[in-house]
T-cell receptor
Framework: AQRVTQPEKLLSVFKGAPVELKCNYSYSGSPELFWYVQYSRQRLQLLLRHISRESIKGFTADLNKGETSFHLKKPFAQEEDSAMYYC??????????FGTGTRLQVFP | DSGVTQTPKHLITATGQRVTLRCSPRSGDLSVYWYQQSLDQGLQFLIQYYNGEERAKGNILERFSAQQFPDLHSELNLSSLELGDSALYFC??????????????FGSGTRLTVV
């Protein structure tokens, strides 16, 4: 079955602390994985795509096929990072499957 | 502006009524996706159209239907509305040749409140 799991509904950290948002996937084929961010119930915005191996706003994510994970990391959290983060799996059925999301709260 | 336009932004209606949500995809995108976001269910995939044809179906109720027109805009029809249908409905579009690189582009959503 194709599935994306984000085990944490809420992650709270203080400004300057490291952040890791967990994402695990289940997919038998070659996955295409993304992280989307949603600020204050606005539209979802693409944050990262695994294929580009880029760093956006200090966030990085590495695809680990052995552990079927695509965790999102940032070494020093900022208050403006507070948002809802969704991990998503794009399968060859051309359907984007989202995890349930993790709300990141960064306290000053 | 992401290029995906959704109207209306807000909609308040009574139970039992029928509403239509509209989505215009980004220029050049052939695929349109509908998602429902509610507080307790997260982001749920409803349905996908590609160049006018239904491509994939998710957790879409029989009371809901959608279509994509020749100009590629899409409409999501919700009928016999219930209180539990209150949610944010997002539309997204993609160009399949580029979605692996650019992901999907989302609209700003329609907030439906059923009273």
């Amino acid at each position: 079955a194709q599935r994306v799991t984000q085990p944490e509904k809420l992650l709270s950290v203080f400004k300057g602390a490291p952040v890791e948002l967990k994402c695990n996937y289940s997919y038998s084929g070659s996955p295409e994985l993304f992280w989307y961010v949603q600020y204050s119930r606005q539209r979802l915005q693409l944050l990262l795509r695994h294929i580009s191996r880029e760093s956006i706003k200090g966030f990085t994510a590495d695809l680990n096929k052995g552990e079927t994970s695509f965790h999102l990391k940032k070494p020093f959290a900022q208050e403006e990072d507070s948002a809802m983060y969704y991990c998503a799996l794009d399968t060859d059925t051309d359907k984007l499957i989202f995890g349930t999301g993790t709300r990141l709260q960064v306290f000053p | 502006d992401s290029g995906v336009t959704q109207t209306p932004k807000h909609l308040i209606t009574a139970t039992g009524q029928r509403v239509t949500l509209r989505c215009s995809p980004r220029s050049g995108d052939l695929s349109v996706y509908w998602y429902q976001q509610s507080l307790d269910q997260g982001l749920q995939f409803l349905i996908q159209y590609y160049n006018g044809e239904e491509r994939a179906k998710g957790n879409i109720l029989e009371r809901f239907s959608a279509q994509q027109f020749p100009d590629l805009h899409s409409e999501l029809n919700l009928s016999s509305l219930e209180l539990g249908d209150s949610a944010l409905y997002f539309c997204a579009s993609s160009n399949r040749r580029n979605s692996w690189n650019y992901g999907y582009t989302f609209g700003s959503g329609t907030r439906l409140t059923v009273v």
